[in-house]
């Protein structure tokens, strides 16, 4: 440990940010990768109120997004939940929400903001891509249809002279997106082992993503 730690020990803070439609093993097995490889002591899950990204497809309400993510981070004691997204007024965007935790937490707190690969190649669409940048580093997990070596080379081509803020993780690949298991309850086939079982009960309870 190096004489600046000892004085001023960091803590560092992972921000798992997602839409949750529902939450699934893909987000927890990368929170939980990432929590043990860059030694974050905690993980925040932060279901996105509004997501500017998906205004043109209809999500479920923040709060049942915001309850399934708290059953399924319950069991960990690593793993917390936000609802500064939910609560907030307006499209949810990454910059609010990191100024946010950078106010809350003691100065010189290291945020690390855990994305997938496929999520990790759009931050330049985000608002205030740059300030994002420079306020926190990005954990981009690998993400079955990305391979890391296209993930590591596009990183360097999109985000140039801040390649170094990026760190690529190489998750066990889970080919299971919130897509495919909402089209899963459509079609009335098993989501069982997809998701927590508390999940899976609160999507048959509230009957989310039914026929309509
Ligand atoms: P949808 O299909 O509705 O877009 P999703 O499965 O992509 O849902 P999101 O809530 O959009 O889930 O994703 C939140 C974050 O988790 C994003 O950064 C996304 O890249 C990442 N992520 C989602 N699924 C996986 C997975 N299987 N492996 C690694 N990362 C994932
Ligand atoms: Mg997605």
Request: hydrophobic share 35%; glycine share 8%; net charge negative.
């Amino acid at each position: 440990m190096g004489e600046s730690e000892l004085g001023n020990v960091t803590q560092r803070i992972g921000i798992m940010g997602g839409t949750f439609d529902p939450i699934h093993y893909g987000h927890l097995v990368a929170a939980e990768e990432a929590r043990v490889a860059f030694g974050l002591s905690r993980v925040v899950f932060v279901p996105s109120g509004h997501p500017p990204h998906k205004t043109h497809q209809a999500i479920s309400s923040g709060w049942d997004r915001y309850l399934m993510t708290m059953l399924a981070v319950l069991d960990n004691p690593h793993f917390d939940i936000s609802d500064t997204e939910v609560r907030r007024e307006g499209p949810s965007f990454a910059i609010d929400t990191v100024r946010e935790f950078k106010r809350a937490y003691p100065e010189g707190t290291e945020f690390y903001f855990i994305t997938g690969a496929d999520a990790c190649l759009e931050i330049l669409g985000w608002k205030d891509s740059s300030q994002l940048l420079a306020e926190c580093r990005f954990i981009a997990a690998t993400r079955p249809g990305i391979p890391s070596s296209h993930l590591r080379e596009e990183i360097t081509r999109l985000y140039p002279g801040v390649t170094d803020r990026f760190s690529v993780l190489e998750v066990p690949a889970l080919a299971i997106s919130s897509t495919d298991i909402r089209s899963r309850v459509r079609e009335a086939r098993s989501i069982r082992y997809l998701v927590p079982e508390l999940v899976r009960q609160y999507v048959e309870r509230q009957g989310l993503y039914g026929r309509g």
